[in-house]
């Protein structure tokens, strides 16, 4: 009860199940619902992970797809041995690593902008997508510091397709030296399953080749 006043009070929830665990909030149009098998999971991690979504989730919504689900699900898993696992609006995390790195909510970003890409079988390459969901937690994260989570250096023995936060990084050089905007377009090709092998070219000016190897000559950002 006195959980349940606590976030009424913080104008968290509208409406809350706890029945068997499953936790159903909703705030402004949106709704999550929280759910797992492990009920030793940390409580305060669990509202953690719930507040991000609430935090980072319709700004993501607003940017990049006013399209995407207005329901999602989580899932905290202890039978999941990842990271987290995003699938038809329903994000699973692992119960390993969530209490190994509970500072790292910012998962909860990384998966949920998935949830708004919605890009199916896209016919597009999955370092775009991951690039692309590293490059938005980047932006859009609310603890990335505080976990030690950033973009990393450029080093030689990396390539643009790495995918994660060595593409992120390389999307966030194009953003900053070449054109604003392109990672939105970007998203928006893949969803529309319209990538091909121009995409960047016809984005730039420039092929993704010739882009790396402009961002290795001077890869400050």
Partial sequence: M????????????????FADGIDTLKKNGYTLIVSGNDANFDKGLREKLINTFFEVYPGIVKEYN??????VNFFIDT??????ATDNGRVVFSTEYMTKHPGDIDVVTHEVMHIVQDYGQTNGPWWV??????YV????????????WKLPDYKL?????????VTARFFTWIEKHVKKGTVKKLDDIMRKHTYTADTFKQLTG???EELWKEYGANPAL
Avoid at 129 to 134: F, L, S, V
């Fill in 79 to 84: 039978a999941y041995h990842g990271v987290a």
């Fill in 137 to 148: 937690r980047n932006e859009h994260g609310v603890a990335n510091a505080a976990a030690g």
């Fill in 129 to 134: 997508t991951e690039g692309i969901a590293d």
């Fill in 2 to 17: 006195k959980k349940y006043a606590l976030l009424l009070i913080l104008g968290l929830l509208a409406g809350t199940s």
């Fill in 66 to 71: 006013k399209k995407s689900l207005k329901v």
């Fill in 206 to 208: 420039k092929t993704v």
């Fill in 157 to 165: 023995t990396q390539n643009f397709d790495n995918s994660y936060r």
